[in-house]
């Protein structure tokens, strides 16, 4: 009798009894056991998982960071570059308000603004992109224009750049439909030659012709997972006419291109004096679209993203405040790891200096002061975890015999 009463309890849904299951559930009318909670709840899960695939989180324009705000918060990781800034910012916060736009009941149609930006390597264009990405409240993400090529060679297809964005959205293609997409090294797909090539250029000027349908707007099937386009694999269609694009590039040598062009416009007796005005240290500042066609990209994509920013190359003045002044600057990053280790670390001013003027001589940005801070470092960061001091001072003495001792390896390696 005791057996049979044990084994009375039966879950409602399997039909198993108590003595067969981890743990019974008792409800009002009948009984559910461990198994069938959990596979109920991935039920019900996944179903109210599929009904938010088609929805998209709403926008509320007083919440939404305005331009000012956009540019004062990027002002906390990047130095400098305000021009860039400014048009980022309100790039960003009009693709908001195009996104509003269809709340409106009026027949104005405001079109999507992408835009390129062009600057030295090392002055900021990654950086803004991954700053501003921190901010959004739309999805946002960061591919490489040089791994694609064309359907059917070795590389990335376009379609690849929009299966980033849908991961990102969690494969929301509603809210992936909204997002913003930062292509880098744009310029790397520029037209290999002046004129238009008679051979295959499949990393060049094919991806430039393959990219128009997604920067002007029109219905994608994209790869979920990526990779090459099978019949077998089940596509997701995706209207890019919402995304906006923000292209970044060095465009190593168009200076060229500008001052070939600064030149033939100066004619008469205005000459001299249109010249002196002229600043030859910056002259990416006078770029114009006329120019990325020079440079090779064509003029269908120049065309699809009207809004043309550069970034200034950085002196001086800005290397000092990027190694130091940022949220996130490279100085408080070593010395946020040497903490981790129970060593306060400290730089001299000389340093600073030091490190600036050497990052100056390898023309490389803000790129060229990490590779110098961390040759520096690298002693110091082998040895003194072990060694158990409370404090660690770097002196001018000290990292200039670091970096000469790195490069007379490098002489002696070579």
């Keep these: 009798m005791a057996d049979s009463r044990r084994t009375?309890?039966?879950?409602?849904?399997?039909?198993?009894?108590?003595?067969?299951v981890n743990l019974?559930?008792?409800?009002?009318?009948?009984?559910?056991?461990?198994?069938?909670?959990?596979q109920a709840y991935e039920i019900v899960k996944e179903n109210l998982g599929r009904k938010k695939k088609d929805e998209a989180p709403s926008l509320n324009l007083e919440e939404l960071p305005k331009p000012m705000q956009i540019k004062a918060f990027l002002d906390q990781y990047v130095i400098g570059?305000?021009?860039?800034?400014?048009?980022?910012?309100?790039?960003?916060?009009?693709?908001?308000?195009?996104?509003?736009?269809?709340?409106?009941?009026?027949?104005?149609?405001?079109?999507?603004?992408?835009i390129i930006m062009v600057g030295r390597t090392g002055t900021g264009k990654t950086l803004l992109a991954r700053t501003i990405a921190k901010l959004l409240h739309v999805p946002f993400t960061i591919v490489d224009a040089t791994v694609l090529t064309e359907a059917g060679y070795v590389g990335e297809d376009i379609e690849s750049i929009l299966t980033r964005l849908l991961q990102v959205a969690d494969y929301n293609v509603a809210e992936a439909e909204r997002g913003i997409v930062f292509i880098d090294e744009i310029d790397k797909i520029a037209r290999k030659g002046d004129n238009?090539?008679?051979?295959?250029?499949?990393?060049?000027?094919?991806?430039?012709?393959?990219?128009?349908?997604?920067?002007?707007?029109?219905?994608?099937?994209?790869?979920?997972?990526?990779?090459?386009k099978h019949p077998e694999q089940k596509l997701i269609a995706v209207n890019t006419k919402?995304?906006?694009?923000?292209?970044?590039?060095a465009f190593d040598g168009i200076e060229k291109k500008i001052a070939q062009r600064l030149n033939t416009h100066v004619v008469g007796y205005n000459a001299v004096r249109n010249t002196a005005t002229v600043d030859k240290d910056n002259l990416m500042?006078?770029?114009?679209?006329?120019?990325?066609?020079?440079?090779?990209?064509?003029?269908?994509?120049?065309?699809?993203?009207?809004?043309?920013?550069?970034?200034?190359?950085?002196?001086?003045?800005a290397l000092r405040a990027i190694l130091t002044e940022p949220k996130n600057s490279i100085i408080k990053q070593y010395i946020k790891l040497f903490e981790m280790d129970g060593v306060k670390l400290t730089f001299e001013?000389?340093?600073?200096?030091?490190?600036?003027?050497?990052?100056?001589?390898?023309?490389?940005?803000?790129?060229?002061?990490?590779?110098?801070?961390?040759?520096?470092?690298?002693?110091?960061?082998?040895?003194?975890p072990s060694e158990h001091k409370a404090t660690f001072v770097v002196t001018l003495d000290y990292a200039k015999q670091e970096l000469e001792k790195a490069n007379l390896g490098r002489l002696q390696n070579g």
């Design 349 to 384: 001013d000389d340093v600073y200096e030091y490190i600036v003027d050497k990052a100056i001589e390898c023309k490389l940005g803000a790129r060229g002061l990490r590779t110098i801070v961390e040759t520096i470092m690298m002693e110091a960061m082998y040895k003194v």
């Design 242 to 249: 919402n995304i906006l694009f923000i292209c970044g590039g």
């Design 24 to 38: 019974m559930i008792t409800g009002v009318n009948g009984f559910i056991c461990d198994g069938c909670a959990t």
């Design 196 to 228: 238009p090539s008679i051979t295959r250029d499949v990393s060049g000027e094919g991806v430039q012709q393959g990219l128009l349908k997604l920067l002007e707007g029109s219905v994608v099937n994209v790869p979920p997972q990526g990779g090459r």
């Design 81 to 114: 570059q305000d021009d860039a800034k400014r048009f980022l910012s309100v790039s960003v916060y009009n693709h908001y308000k195009r996104l509003l736009q269809k709340d409106a009941g009026d027949d104005v149609e405001i079109e999507k603004s992408n």
């Design 8 to 20: 009375k309890n039966r879950c409602s849904f399997c039909g198993r009894s108590e003595d067969e």
């Design 285 to 317: 500042q006078y770029i114009s679209p006329q120019d990325l066609k020079a440079f090779g990209l064509i003029p269908e994509i120049i065309g699809r993203l009207p809004v043309l920013t550069y970034l200034n190359p950085l002196d001086h003045k």
